[in-house]
């Protein structure tokens, strides 16, 4: 089989797969298949449910092993003409990663991460919502900055268990006795639950506790918190930009010079044909209706032979 061959028959699985996968019956039945498989993980965590059921229920989850792998597989094809761009999309590499693990033996004897990959199954479902998807590439674009909060939060947090450990621990063992009893203390009070419990007993204490624990609640549950929610903003809206910039259909392929003429092709090749018979009639039409032009050379030569004569 000759190389234009083979190009030809994988160009034609191409078109006729992408024609399937691109489909609203095919996405709305892939969502149907991962609802399906949510549900029945869910159905899984009652016991009486799970032994009664047992049989139907391992048969149901082949059958959307089944239906997942022949997704993977038909997506896949409709890139058989250009496999690289497969390869370069994060979700056709999720899809396929989380089909190819549950065939693993050493996976498929844990049940636990067995589980988990059926759970994964569930987050694909943010393939076929794009508000979901846009959210979940705001977050990724997101841990950059969210990493440095946390550094900055962790320092924070260090400084405040110290000084707590220093005025609190012999007075309040139970909340700052150590380094570690302060940071979870303080932890719990960033989402200012129990603080108006902490000032009163730190007043008891002394009446520092009122700038300790004011000055913690305005850098910890304010300032951080909006800068956090600022970074995430920011990636939402660029994310949201990406996903507008993001081309909707691929450029149309030049014809090559070895490929066919198609229908389009012959109509215009005919339109420009006719286009010149009409201008070759044309310029026919208005030759001979033009007249001819005065023969200034004969009367010259005439009146030249009168003057000799």
């Known amino acids: 089989m000759s ?3 083979v190009r030809t028959v994988r160009t034609v699985l191409a078109l006729r797969c992408r024609a399937v996968t691109e489909a609203r019956w095919f996405a709305v039945t892939v969502f149907t298949v991962i609802l399906v498989n949510a549900v029945l993980l869910g159905i899984e965590t009652y016991s009486g449910v799970a032994a009664d059921w047992h049989r139907w229920l391992r048969t149901a989850e ?7 792998t022949v997704e993977i ?3 896949m094809a409709a890139h058989a003409d250009r496999p690289r761009t497969f390869l370069e999309d994060p979700w056709n590499l999720f899809d396929l990663a989380v089909v190819l693990c549950a065939f693993l033996p ?8 067995l589980r988990l990959l059926r759970l994964a199954r569930v987050l694909r479902t943010a393939r076929f919502l794009p508000q979901l998807r846009v959210v979940l590439v705001a977050v990724a674009r997101s841990l950059p900055g969210t990493l440095s909060f946390l550094l900055v939060g962790a320092l924070l947090l260090y400084v405040y268990a110290m000084v707590g450990w220093v005025f609190f621990g012999r ?5 700052y006795g150590s380094l570690g009893r302060a940071v979870l203390t303080l932890f719990l009070l960033m989402t200012l639950d129990g603080i108006g419990d902490a000032v009163h007993a730190g007043l008891d204490i002394s009446r520092w506790s009122l700038l300790y624990y004011g000055s913690y609640v305005l850098l910890a549950s304010f300032v951080l918190v909006n800068v956090l929610i600022g970074v995430v903003i920011t990636s939402l809206d660029e994310a949201r930009d990406m996903d507008q910039d993001k081309p909707s259909a691929e450029p149309p392929a030049e014809p090559s010079h070895t490929d066919p003429p198609t229908d389009d092709h012959l ?6 044909d ?9 310029e026919q039409e208005l030759g001979r209706s033009a007249p001819d032009p005065p023969a200034a050379t004969d009367r010259s030569a ?3 032979a009168q003057r000799q004569g």
């Open 73 to 75: 597989l038909l997506r």
């Open 106 to 113: 050493f996976l498929r004897e844990n049940s636990t991460v």
């Open 302 to 304: 005439v009146m030249a």
């Open 274 to 282: 006719e286009a010149r018979r009409a201008l070759d009639a044309l």
């Open 3 to 5: 190389e234009h061959r």
């Open 171 to 175: 007075h309040d063992p139970e909340h």
């Open 267 to 272: 109509s215009l090749r005919r339109r420009i």
């Open 62 to 68: 082949h059958v959307c092993l089944a239906a997942f």
